[in-house]
């Protein structure tokens, strides 16, 4: 999914009151919301799997993103929802960290939740979630072939109908976010309606064994902030850490 912010020039915003003050003149700019949140290793059992039914419930609530969100699409069930971030089977030097990741499985549940409702098509702005849960081993394992394969293919040319794409991939890790987290950044060059496309920003947090994977689009402040929400609700709300 691609998304665009539309509306707020800076759309992390809407976690406060809205667009504008209605013409008043801001006394003060509101505070920005924490990029960072606490991991659990140490404190829960790092061999515990959460079912996807609990997953579901520990989906940030929609009013967490704004007053006026609205979750929609909400799946759940065994599955492996991080295939995507790029067209990496066509990428040989991650081929082995790709197939990798392919097999590392288990319970997951995901949302998207749309600040303004109604505004649900593909340039209107938009958070997605997904949750899935292993054994702590396993998820740092997720996150180091996350980081791998982002190493190994910077540059993915893809075939479509009209004519191949370049996919450019960079991969950081966060610090202060989770027990460990990666801020992957994608962009298209080439084709006609790729051509000079804006950045896509994702985060994938580990909290113990549940990966905690957001995404905002071309908002990079409402994708960090988002996944700093959802990751402390997972540390109390299924770790029931303090």
């Not at 929609?62 to 295939?83: C, E, F, H, L, M």
């Not at 505004?119 to 209107?124: G, K, L, Q, T």
């Not at 540390?235 to 029931?240: A, F, N, S």
Request: net charge negative.
């Amino acid at each position: 999914m691609r998304g665009r912010v539309a509306g707020c020039a800076a759309l992390s915003l809407v976690l406060l009151t809205g667009c504008g003050d209605g013409g008043a003149k801001a006394e003060t700019k509101p505070a920005r919301p924490p990029t960072t949140a606490a991991g659990v290793d140490g404190e829960a059992d790092p061999g515990k799997v959460f079912t996807d039914g609990e997953l579901k419930a520990a989906l940030l609530p929609a009013k967490a993103i704004g007053a006026r969100a609205r979750a929609y699409d909400v799946t759940s069930g065994p599955s492996n929802p991080y295939q995507g971030g790029g067209d990496w089977g066509t990428c040989e030097p991650g081929k082995e960290a790709h197939e990798q990741l392919l097999r590392l499985r288990g319970p997951s549940a995901s949302h998207t939740v749309r600040p303004f409702p109604g505004a649900v098509e593909d340039e209107h702005p938009y958070v997605h979630e997904s949750l899935l849960s292993m054994t702590a081993e396993q998820a740092g394992r997720h996150i180091e072939l996350r980081r791998q394969l982002n190493k190994a293919c910077p540059r993915v040319t893809v075939d479509t109908d009209a004519a191949p794409v370049e996919e450019h991939h960079v991969a950081e890790r966060l610090p202060d976010l989770g027990d460990e987290a990666l801020l992957e950044t994608s962009r298209t060059e080439g084709g006609d309606e790729y051509d000079g496309s804006l950045p896509r920003y994702d985060v994938e947090v580990r909290v113990g064994g549940v990966l905690v994977r957001v995404s905002a689009g071309t908002d990079k402040d409402l994708t960090l902030t988002s996944a700093a929400r959802a990751a402390a609700r997972v540390r109390t709300e299924l770790h029931r850490a303090g």
